[in-house]
């Protein structure tokens, strides 16, 4: 199983070489990616774990001021990155085009995306989620070749459950993978929206996830533990 940490802007310094150090005596089979804050990217080598970004710049590089660039990424031996993350299409008001640049560039630089998709209550509760998964996937996948598109991880992360302590059902969940599966039949789809170490015994049981990505659960290294030894 792939398990994504994604800190969000969590973590100091000072904060996150503790933290650091309890993800090294994390022993685990499964495959850790730590998405830091970008400050915390440089000296975030660690032996068990691959890195990953939490966000590119749409540009290439040059004049684009507080932007980071794919290549940038990647001198710091960063092979993950997050894209399309809810929180930045809703608050950085990030669209799809945008996200399309993002991974484009990404994959341009040997990093894989990590695309994060997923609807809004209203929309669930008005059948929007095949048409708004399926215009997340299908305006990012328009440029890329087909050996590029094997490439991407998908999140499918339901806004409805990002840190809010409600999941969806296993059926919901293998609904939606189905969906994704007829767009990407050969991606790994992670789920994405608060598991955690008391419900990975019901998640565990939807056969089709092939990993995770944790939010808050990533800042607590003793629960992930516990988390980690259910898969
Ligand atoms: P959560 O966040 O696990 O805190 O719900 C997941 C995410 O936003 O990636």
Sequence with gaps: MIVALNNKSNLDKEEFDQYKKK?????????????????????????NISLGAQNVSCYSSGAHTG???????????????IVGHSERRQEQHETNKDIALKTKNLLDNDIVPILCIGETLEERQNNKVEKVLQEEIKEVI??????????????????????????????EIEEVFKL???????????????????????????????????????????LLSVFLEQL
């Design 23 to 47: 993800l090294l005596k994390l022993s685990t089979t499964n495959q850790l990616i730590l998405c830091p804050t970008l400050l915390n990217i440089s000296g975030s080598n660690l032996d």
């Design 67 to 81: 932007e980071v660039s794919a290549s940038q990424l990647k001198s710091f031996n960063v092979e993950y990155c």
């Design 142 to 171: 328009s440029t890329l070749t087909s050996p590029e598109k094997e490439k991407l991880i998908v999140a499918y992360e339901p806004i409805w459950s990002i840190g809010t302590g409600i999941i969806p059902s296993n059926q």
């Design 180 to 222: 994704i599966k007829t767009i990407l039949p050969n991606n790994k789809i992670l789920y994405g929206g608060s598991a955690n170490e008391k419900n990975i015994s019901v998640l565990k049981e939807c056969k089709v996830i092939d990993g995770y990505l944790l939010g808050g659960l990533s800042l607590k290294p003793d």
